[in-house]
């Protein structure tokens, strides 16, 4: 059995694969890097969560909302020049524009958007990665005892 925020995971990869300038290279979790010939890419995981308790006491009445960071990073080998910063503007379109066309993951969540974007480049002698990192704010219901399903 998975935990809740595993399911939202595996349900924003599957709404990610396939987008145009990443293909098939959709990873779950923090993906070690990859060789230059593997960009661009996605990495899809889970970061910080908050929950509070909305309804009932004790742990077995107790429903919890939980505030999920999900985060989208993609990597590409180019960066610090305008074609860099164009495919990863490419890529942030394509991320954003997916996860809208479904904001309940296929019923893994209540809710999620964009809370933050943050593009980056790395030039370091011949070795060049550009990043752009997506931050979604994901909102979900589970039982306090029963974190595999999502209410």
Known sequence: MLHARRAIVRAAKAALA??????DRVYEGLAE??????????AVYARPENSAPIAGKGSTARTLQRQLTLEILGVTA?????????????????????L???PTLG????????????????VEGEHRAGRIRLEFTVIYFTAANAPAAAL
């Open 18 to 23: 396939g987008l145009p300038a990443v293909g």
């Open 107 to 122: 019923g893994t969540c209540r809710d999620l958007y964009l809370a933050r974007t943050d593009p980056t480049a790395r």
């Open 100 to 102: 809208a066309g479904d």
């Open 78 to 98: 180019e960066a610090g020049t305008a074609a860099g910063d164009a495919l990863l503007d490419q890529i942030a379109l394509e991320v954003e524009t997916a």
């Open 33 to 42: 890097p990859k060789p230059a010939t593997s960009t661009p890419y996605l």
